[in-house]
């Protein structure tokens, strides 16, 4: 079913510029492309070995049907033409201590248009109001001025600095922590949700 058809306006993965949606078979193609992007692999601190469109059909169309483990989900990131303009990810989740990760990609052809802000709110929103959660921390290559740029925008704290902590073009870089926790979230952006 396509965007267009659906009544978006009660759902809570939906915002003003994107909506959060689970994987089809046919995402593959979305990942081959973004797989044909090092600069954005690099920024995410990992370079890894191109993927065969054969095994990413394999991928999606298994993605489509897996259960999640845990809370550790992977939504595509839809615009209101219904288009993919990215994927954003939790992982490391502790649920008895409250705390959880995520990682976020934006098509080079759709940044700067306020789709990674709101797909992070939106994915924040539920992880802290619906799941009680009570913090996130999340990792960034200290030469992605784009994304430090964009957390302490969101209002994240950085936190700490690990020293020579990846390794990608001849070159070692930090690893810099930043955290957001409940309280953080709901003074800066509780007016952006109505409930």
Known sequence: MHLMELDTSTSIWQGKR???????PGDWEHYWIWDQDSET????????????QERLKQWAQEAAVRKPEGNNWNF???????????????HDRNPRAG?????????????RKGYASEAILLLLRYYFRELRYQKVTIEIASFNQDSTGLHE???FQ???????????????????HYGLTVEEFEQKHAHRFSS
Do not use: C
């Open 18 to 24: 994107v909506r959060l949606r689970s994987h089809e």
């Open 41 to 52: 692999e690099r920024k995410d601190g990992n370079l890894a070995f191109p993927r065969s």
């Open 76 to 90: 595509l990131i839809e615009n209101n033409e219904g288009r993919v303009v990215g994927r954003i990810g939790t």
């Open 99 to 111: 705390h959880f990760g995520y990682g976020l990609v934006i098509g080079k052809e759709h940044r």
């Open 153 to 155: 925008h969101l209002g």
């Open 158 to 176: 950085l936190e700490g600095r690990i020293r020579r902590a990846g390794f990608t073009n001849g070159q070692y870089f930090d690893e810099l």
